[in-house]
């Protein structure tokens, strides 16, 4: 185990605790906020170790801050940083000193207690969530599934894009072995590639930072595929920014493909273009435009339109433990379908073919939002024809759309259909 500067976690994950409470922003917000205020390494941790250890913070926040409740009734963020690392200190490969155990031991009496009868009796606590959102997931599936779910969530999975539009497959993966990162390709998706371990940041490889690998979870890349672009194809993407999709889009067809890009956050449009040529996208079949989805008209259709709504972005979690914290409220998933419905309902006026996707676990943002569309009577569902798990079979159609599910499809938990006049 390695030895520990204390003081110095604490600080951090105090203040990026504080950030998250105060400003409902994300993990990577709040850590790089801190670290203009704080100095994030150590003698013994560098700066990458200090993030995953905020991570594993995050992660388990609502789990700590349960476990103090319960034993002082009130928290402070410094108390909560040194419970958490008391309670996982072993996990994290850490070794905690006397200090910090006699001062756990002396305010939180009775705190390994307290934790196991929280392990036992709520297990979302446990695991880190808030119990809405247990309750709202064992709806659609057993509790033993949500659970094994839930925990896959606390973890990330790393993925790469190979973006052969600046390199070809062959020469991407020799130059991930010169940097000595351990990889392993999906058996179905050539141009991804799982990233198993790396002697350095994934954001400081060499092909990332030259713009000829993305880092985009393999859901993200099922929701482009199921849109099957082609090269001559005029795809309107319905919520594009930051860009990601669209470079995918451009990719599979080779830079032949027209697109029209919208998206109502100037803050998220503001540095699409640049992204898009660092990916080697040719800019000038892009149309960028600030525009509202849900009304935006157009003088003709489109061969195909994608529609990845804005969402709860529960399924995000294991990319942004943060997401837990801004998951307050039951009713999130249900505001949020109300502006899917919407979006997707004004595509379906523009093309006969669309895919719908959301980054959520909750049946309110995908298969309830695809029933309603399905009202319409315009459109069908189509078989995405995807390498994903299907969707919750409380539903009909559940066979004819897809789930990711983190514990079996290695990747963010997201809704996918294609709907087809």
Request: proline letters at 5%; one cysteine or more.
């Amino acid at each position: 185990m390695r030895p520990l500067n204390l003081s110095a976690v604490v600080n951090v994950l105090a203040n990026v605790a504080y950030l998250l409470e105060r400003k409902r922003i994300s993990l990577d917000r709040a850590f790089t906020l801190t670290c203009r205020r704080i100095k994030c390494s150590t003698r013994n941790l560098s700066r990458e170790d200090m993030f995953n250890i905020a991570h594993r913070f995050v992660s388990s926040y609502i789990f700590v801050r349960r476990v103090v409740e319960k034993l002082r009734g009130s928290y402070s963020h410094r108390m909560l940083a040194r419970a958490f690392l008391y309670l996982r200190a072993r996990e994290l490969g850490l070794s905690i000193d006397s200090k910090l155990r006699k001062a756990v031991r002396r305010d939180l009496r009775g705190i390994e207690r307290v934790a196991a009868e929280i392990e036992a009796e709520e297990p979302w606590h446990f695991l880190g969530y808030p119990k809405w959102f247990w309750d709202e997931l064992a709806k659609v599936l057993p509790e033993d599934e949500v659970r094994r779910l839930l925990e896959a969530m606390n973890s990330r999975v790393v993925w790469l894009r190979i973006n052969t539009l600046r390199i070809d497959v062959d020469k991407a993966l020799r130059k991930l072995e010169e940097e000595r990162v351990q990889y392993e390709l999906d058996p179905r998706i050539p141009i991804l590639v799982r990233v198993l371990r790396s002697p350095k940041p994934v954001r400081n490889i060499s092909l990332f930072r030259e713009g000829k690998a993305v880092i985009q979870d393999r859901a993200s890349v099922l929701t482009v595929l199921a849109l099957k672009p082609e090269p001559g194809m005029t795809i309107y993407d319905f919520a594009a920014a930051p860009g990601i999709k669209t470079s995918l889009i451009m990719q599979l067809t080779e830079n032949r493909a027209r697109v029209v890009a919208m998206d109502r956050s100037p803050r998220r449009l503001r540095n699409m273009r640049s992204l898009l040529r660092k990916y080697g996208v040719d800019v000038d079949r892009v149309d960028i435009a600030l525009a509202d989805s849900r009304a935006i008209a157009f003088s003709r259709r489109c061969d195909a339109a994608l529609v990845d709504a804005p969402c709860s972005s529960s399924g995000a979690i294991p990319k942004d433990p943060a997401i837990k914290l801004l998951l307050r409220s039951p009713s999130i998933p249900a505001k949020m379908s109300t502006i899917q419905s919407a979006m997707l309902i004004n595509a379906l006026r523009y093309s006969d073919v669309i895919t719908y996707a959301t980054c959520s676990l909750f049946p309110a943002e995908g298969e309830e939002v695809i029933a309603k569309a399905l009202e319409v009577g315009t459109h069908d569902l189509a078989d995405p024809g995807i390498p994903a798990s299907r969707g919750y079979r409380a539903y009909s159609f559940w066979s004819r759309v897809n789930r990711t599910y983190p514990h079996i499809d290695m990747c963010e938990g997201f809704f996918i259909a294609r709907l087809e006049r």
